[in-house]
């Protein structure tokens, strides 16, 4: 069975830009979760999605958005760029929605010049 | 802001030895995983126990939890090189769905 995969795994862009992230769950698997990870922050929660609706939002500015469609693949996208918001961006898939483990990608790595 | 706070922050050891790392948390959980993330790439899911359990294991890992001191250990016996990476905790409040708090992790260097 595949893995999550994500896309695209770099990617450079400049303050004021947009982005936008994708994300392809392991197939049957219809939660999918996003994180954002940093040096000074660690790993921060973004999102949780189940059968195309938003479960669970961090604490992020309305400049993070997301979707997930009706395969349960799920896109991710950051308006407005700041330098700060340069990080590894990670997605999770779960079979189910709530407390089970989680399987990650390999991350996409958000630079902001 | 983090739910866990993990110790030691950096542990250096050699093969064959054995590696401790610990992980405290502030509210009651649902349940808390163990991942392991190699240089800056996807986590792996190691081990989920629930808050009404008090061991688990999984091959050369041990996992307690003590819901009491809101603490848990990661134990990873006869370590290898291969264990180098970063070991993270995350907790999963009840109510809040799939949604994991990460602790800042330990980083684990396992000399051959």
């Known amino acids: 069975k595949a893995g999550v995969t994500q896309t695209p795994r770099y990617l450079i862009k400049t303050r004021g830009q947009q982005v936008t992230l994708s994300c392809s769950p392991i197939?049957?698997?219809?939660?999918v979760s996003w994180y954002q990870q940093t040096p000074g922050q660690g790993l921060q929660f973004l999102f949780e999605?189940?059968?195309?609706?938003?479960?669970n939002k961090g604490n992020f500015p309305g400049r993070f958005s997301g979707r997930q469609f009706s395969n349960s693949r799920s896109e991710m996208n950051v308006s407005t760029l700041e330098l700060g918001d340069s990080a590894l961006y990670l997605c999770?898939?779960?079979?189910?929605?709530?407390?089970?483990?989680?399987?990650f990608g390999p991350g996409t790595r958000l630079t902001v010049l | 802001s983090q739910q866990g706070e993990e110790d030691p922050q950096a542990l250096s050891i050699q093969e064959g030895e054995n590696a401790t790392m610990n992980c405290s948390y502030k509210?009651?959980?649902?349940?808390l995983q163990w991942y392991r993330q190699n240089s800056g790439r996807g986590l792996v899911h190691l081990i989920l126990?629930?808050?009404?359990?008090r061991e688990k294991h999984s091959g050369r890992l041990r996992v307690t939890l003590d819901t009491s001191k809101k603490s848990s250990s990661l134990l990873i016996t006869a370590s290898r090189a291969a264990d180098t990476a970063s070991y993270f905790c995350?907790?999963?409040?009840?109510?809040?769905?799939?949604?994991?708090?990460f602790g800042q992790g330990t980083e684990l260097s396992v000399k051959p």
């Open positions: 999770a898939s779960a079979r189910g929605q709530g407390a089970s483990e989680q399987f």
């Open positions: 197939s049957g698997h219809r939660s």
């Open positions: 999605y189940f059968s195309e609706t938003q479960r």
């Open positions: 509210t009651s959980i649902n349940n």
């Open positions: 126990i629930r808050s009404n359990e």
């Open positions: 995350a907790t999963v409040i009840y109510n809040q769905g799939g949604k994991l708090i």
